[in-house]
Protein backbone atom coordinates (compact mmCIF):
# COMPACT_ATOMS: atom_id res chain seq x y z
CA UNK A 1 0.00 0.00 0.00
CA UNK A 2 0.98 3.37 0.88
CA UNK A 3 3.04 2.52 3.75
CA UNK A 4 7.11 2.76 4.34
CA UNK A 5 8.72 -0.50 4.98
CA UNK A 6 9.10 1.01 8.73
CA UNK A 7 5.30 1.95 9.26
CA UNK A 8 2.76 -0.65 10.46
CA UNK A 9 -1.08 0.24 11.10
CA UNK A 10 -3.67 -2.10 12.56
CA UNK A 11 -7.14 -2.09 11.18
CA UNK A 12 -9.61 0.22 13.75
CA UNK A 13 -12.34 0.07 11.43
CA UNK A 14 -13.26 -1.33 8.02
CA UNK A 15 -14.04 0.06 4.94
CA UNK A 16 -17.65 -1.69 5.45
CA UNK A 17 -18.01 -0.02 8.82
CA UNK A 18 -16.89 3.29 7.57
CA UNK A 19 -19.89 2.81 4.55
CA UNK A 20 -22.36 2.00 6.70
CA UNK A 21 -21.93 4.92 8.93
CA UNK A 22 -21.40 7.19 6.57
CA UNK A 23 -24.49 5.89 5.29
CA UNK A 24 -26.27 6.45 8.15
CA UNK A 25 -25.09 9.93 9.02
CA UNK A 26 -26.26 10.74 5.88
CA UNK A 27 -29.42 9.80 6.64
CA UNK A 28 -29.08 11.52 10.25
CA UNK A 29 -28.36 15.05 8.53
CA UNK A 30 -31.06 15.15 6.00
CA UNK A 31 -33.93 14.48 9.07
CA UNK A 32 -32.54 17.82 10.78
CA UNK A 33 -32.18 19.92 8.01
CA UNK A 34 -34.82 18.49 5.32
CA UNK A 35 -37.19 21.76 6.39
CA UNK A 36 -34.29 24.08 5.30
CA UNK A 37 -35.89 26.37 2.10
CA UNK A 38 -32.35 27.31 1.56
CA UNK A 39 -29.22 25.10 0.67
CA UNK A 40 -27.02 23.90 3.55
CA UNK A 41 -23.61 24.68 3.39
CA UNK A 42 -20.93 21.79 4.60
CA UNK A 43 -17.94 23.39 5.16
CA UNK A 44 -15.24 20.67 5.27
CA UNK A 45 -11.97 21.33 6.92
CA UNK A 46 -9.01 20.69 4.90
CA UNK A 47 -7.12 17.92 4.34
CA UNK A 48 -8.40 15.17 6.59
CA UNK A 49 -11.85 15.70 6.05
CA UNK A 50 -12.15 15.39 2.16
CA UNK A 51 -12.57 11.66 1.91
CA UNK A 52 -15.19 12.06 4.18
CA UNK A 53 -17.02 14.71 3.28
CA UNK A 54 -17.08 13.19 -0.33
CA UNK A 55 -18.81 10.32 1.24
CA UNK A 56 -21.21 12.13 3.19
CA UNK A 57 -22.41 14.60 0.50
CA UNK A 58 -23.53 12.17 -1.51
CA UNK A 59 -25.47 10.27 1.32
CA UNK A 60 -27.20 13.66 2.15
CA UNK A 61 -30.60 13.93 0.40
CA UNK A 62 -31.14 17.65 0.44
CA UNK A 63 -29.89 20.77 -1.87
CA UNK A 64 -26.10 21.55 -0.92
CA UNK A 65 -23.15 23.93 -0.97
CA UNK A 66 -19.85 22.95 -0.32
CA UNK A 67 -17.02 25.06 1.27
CA UNK A 68 -13.61 24.11 2.24
CA UNK A 69 -11.37 25.51 5.14
CA UNK A 70 -8.09 25.15 6.26
CA UNK A 71 -7.11 24.42 9.38
CA UNK A 72 -4.05 23.17 11.29
CA UNK A 73 -2.64 22.52 14.85
CA UNK A 74 -0.55 19.78 13.65
CA UNK A 75 1.77 20.36 11.29
CA UNK A 76 4.20 16.99 10.49
CA UNK A 77 3.92 16.10 14.33
CA UNK A 78 1.21 13.40 16.24
CA UNK A 79 -0.10 15.22 18.70
CA UNK A 80 -1.82 18.99 18.49
CA UNK A 81 0.21 21.70 19.14
CA UNK A 82 -2.79 23.53 20.78
CA UNK A 83 -1.97 26.41 18.29
CA UNK A 84 -4.32 26.59 15.70
CA UNK A 85 -3.84 28.52 12.25
CA UNK A 86 -6.30 28.84 9.21
CA UNK A 87 -4.12 27.72 6.40
CA UNK A 88 -7.20 28.50 3.61
CA UNK A 89 -10.45 30.46 4.17
CA UNK A 90 -13.47 30.42 2.87
CA UNK A 91 -14.01 31.47 -0.93
CA UNK A 92 -17.72 32.89 -0.46
CA UNK A 93 -19.48 34.76 2.51
CA UNK A 94 -21.58 32.23 5.24
CA UNK A 95 -23.94 35.16 6.66
CA UNK A 96 -27.28 34.20 7.17
CA UNK A 97 -26.47 30.47 5.94
CA UNK A 98 -26.80 27.51 7.85
CA UNK A 99 -23.56 25.85 8.37
CA UNK A 100 -22.53 22.31 9.00
CA UNK A 101 -18.61 22.05 9.61
CA UNK A 102 -17.31 18.37 8.40
CA UNK A 103 -14.49 17.49 10.17
CA UNK A 104 -12.57 14.40 10.22
CA UNK A 105 -11.39 13.81 14.16
CA UNK A 106 -12.09 15.93 17.27
CA UNK A 107 -9.49 15.25 19.59
CA UNK A 108 -9.14 18.04 22.03
CA UNK A 109 -11.61 20.48 21.27
CA UNK A 110 -9.30 23.67 21.14
CA UNK A 111 -9.31 23.27 16.76
CA UNK A 112 -13.01 22.73 16.71
CA UNK A 113 -13.94 26.08 18.84
CA UNK A 114 -11.43 28.42 17.59
CA UNK A 115 -13.21 27.32 13.75
CA UNK A 116 -16.94 27.51 15.40
CA UNK A 117 -16.10 31.16 17.13
CA UNK A 118 -14.49 32.14 13.79
CA UNK A 119 -17.44 30.67 11.91
CA UNK A 120 -19.98 32.44 13.99
CA UNK A 121 -18.13 35.74 13.87
CA UNK A 122 -19.58 36.01 9.84
CA UNK A 123 -22.94 35.84 11.36
CA UNK A 124 -24.42 32.61 10.06
CA UNK A 125 -28.04 31.86 11.01
CA UNK A 126 -26.59 27.95 12.68
CA UNK A 127 -22.99 26.24 12.90
CA UNK A 128 -23.21 22.52 12.81
CA UNK A 129 -20.75 19.97 13.57
CA UNK A 130 -20.49 16.25 12.25
CA UNK A 131 -16.97 14.80 12.95
CA UNK A 132 -16.09 10.94 11.62
CA UNK A 133 -13.99 10.43 14.71
CA UNK A 134 -14.35 11.50 18.26
CA UNK A 135 -11.14 10.68 20.81
CA UNK A 136 -13.55 10.97 24.20
CA UNK A 137 -10.63 10.76 26.33
CA UNK A 138 -8.63 13.57 24.78
CA UNK A 139 -11.80 16.32 25.32
CA UNK A 140 -10.21 19.58 27.31
CA UNK A 141 -13.28 21.59 25.80
CA UNK A 142 -17.18 20.27 25.97
CA UNK A 143 -18.41 21.28 22.43
CA UNK A 144 -21.51 20.06 21.25
CA UNK A 145 -21.18 17.81 18.74
CA UNK A 146 -24.29 16.91 16.14
CA UNK A 147 -23.47 14.21 14.56
CA UNK A 148 -20.57 11.54 15.64
CA UNK A 149 -19.39 8.78 13.21
CA UNK A 150 -17.22 6.78 16.09
CA UNK A 151 -16.09 7.20 19.27
CA UNK A 152 -12.58 5.69 19.47
CA UNK A 153 -9.58 5.39 21.80
CA UNK A 154 -6.62 7.55 22.29
CA UNK A 155 -4.62 6.21 19.42
CA UNK A 156 -3.51 8.36 16.28
CA UNK A 157 -5.19 7.05 13.35
CA UNK A 158 -4.60 7.42 9.75
CA UNK A 159 -6.57 6.72 6.56
CA UNK A 160 -9.71 7.68 5.05
CA UNK A 161 -8.20 10.91 4.72
CA UNK A 162 -6.46 11.10 8.08
CA UNK A 163 -2.69 11.31 7.57
CA UNK A 164 1.09 11.29 9.78
CA UNK A 165 2.91 14.20 7.80
CA UNK A 166 0.61 13.75 4.57
CA UNK A 167 1.33 10.05 4.20
CA UNK A 168 -1.49 7.32 4.27
CA UNK A 169 -4.27 9.28 3.79
CA UNK A 170 -5.81 6.61 1.37
CA UNK A 171 -5.91 3.87 3.24
CA UNK A 172 -10.00 2.79 2.49
CA UNK A 173 -9.81 2.27 6.51
CA UNK A 174 -9.11 3.51 9.85
CA UNK A 175 -6.10 2.28 11.10
CA UNK A 176 -3.82 2.67 14.30
CA UNK A 177 -0.53 4.11 13.39
CA UNK A 178 2.32 2.09 14.88
CA UNK A 179 5.73 3.69 14.11
CA UNK A 180 8.78 1.20 13.21
Request: charge should be negative; aromatic fraction near 6%; charged fraction near 30%.
Amino acid sequence: MSMLKSERVKELISKEDIKRRVEELGKEITRKYEKLDEPLVLVGVLKGSIIFLADLCRAIDLPLEIEMMGVSSYGEATVSSGVVRITQDLVRPIENKHILIIEDIFETGLTLKYLMDNLRARGPKSVGVCTLLRKPLRNKIEIPVDFVGFDIPDDFVVGYGLDIAERLRNLPMIGIYEPG
